[in-house]
């Protein structure tokens, strides 16, 4: 933003002050999880110490100071993924119970949730779905990256997409880690003095391969017929579309020619009809200009990525971004109204 800019900014911002905000990536986690998805003790500690378990009243102020209405809470990836069978059947569905004896008892109406779903286990990951949107309210639920090597498109996760459709509930694409082949091939490297602080696991991560991770599996789904098998399923990505409005041109055309005789429709129709898209963690102006130049502003959700990213600098962002009043209410909270059938 130029110097030239800032009154306007400042200006549009004390316009929209009053604006409401559902925040629809927001991430918690439990000392269960902490020690399940941790590399480390210093990694729980720097987890611990950004309040990612922290389900009470930091996070309610964090909110409050920020303006944030509703938070959608969803599990710290790689959450539940790699736990198979029974263990990681209870495992997803004490999580899920948590949030509704927890920060949703305690605080009604300041969160909603993703359920937490067991995908070593299909079926099950189905049944728990459903439970936790019938009896429990949950939006819909988040996976995070490949399951044990596979990504959504595979069949044996047919169950969970099919019922995804039935219930008319999103399914939020997080990013996971890489499976080890791929991170040795992608990511590593044999010089240990660039590995001191992580070099290689944020490289695979938030510095780089996640973004990408999920682009890929976005394209997958398409590509191989997902949305033709579900035309009616709802997908979810944050981090403003993780890249795909810098790629959106070159996937339409590339993906379009080698898929019109086994795709129902074209390539790129599938990001219109089957997507969401929020704008989590990444803050910038022009980036939300690169993605509502390809997808509808009915379609983008506001979001922060808490706490990895601070709320308040998240709507303060927002609040200045020069869009027409009816537009920055949709990203704010209509759309994610309309989607989840809630109200602020």
Known sequence: MSRSDEPR??????????????????????????????????HIAFLEEIGLADLGQRRISDMDEGGLDV??????????????????IDF????????????????PGRFQAFATLPLQSPEAAADELERSVRDDGFLGALTNGHIGRKYLDHPDFEPVLARAQDLDVPIY????????????IYYRTTRTEYTQ????????????????????????????????RFPRLKIIVGHMGEGLPFYYERIANDMGEPTEGSLEKPFEQYFQDNFWFTTSAFFQDELLQLLLKYISVDRVMFATDYPFAGIKEGTDWFRAVDLPRQDKEKIAFRNAEKLFGITV
Request: with cysteine.
């Open 197 to 228: 602080e992580y070099q290689d696991y944020i490289f695979s991560g938030s510095g780089y391969g996640w973004h990408q991770e999920v682009l890929t599996q976005c394209i997958r789904m398409i590509a191989y017929g997902v949305f033709d």
């Open 71 to 88: 938070q959608i809470l969803s599990a710290h990836t790689p959450s539940v993924q790699n736990v198979p069978g029974q263990e990681g």
């Open 9 to 42: 900014s400042q200006d549009i911002a004390l316009r929209d002050r009053d604006l409401k905000f559902i925040g629809v990536e927001e991430t918690f986690s439990t000392p269960e999880l902490l020690t399940l998805n941790s590399i480390n003790e210093d």
């Open 92 to 107: 997803a569905h004490r999580l899920n119970r948590q949030l509704v004896d927890g920060p949703m008892a305690s605080h």
């Open 173 to 184: 694409l997080h990013p996971g880690y890489p499976a080890d082949e791929v991170f040795d």
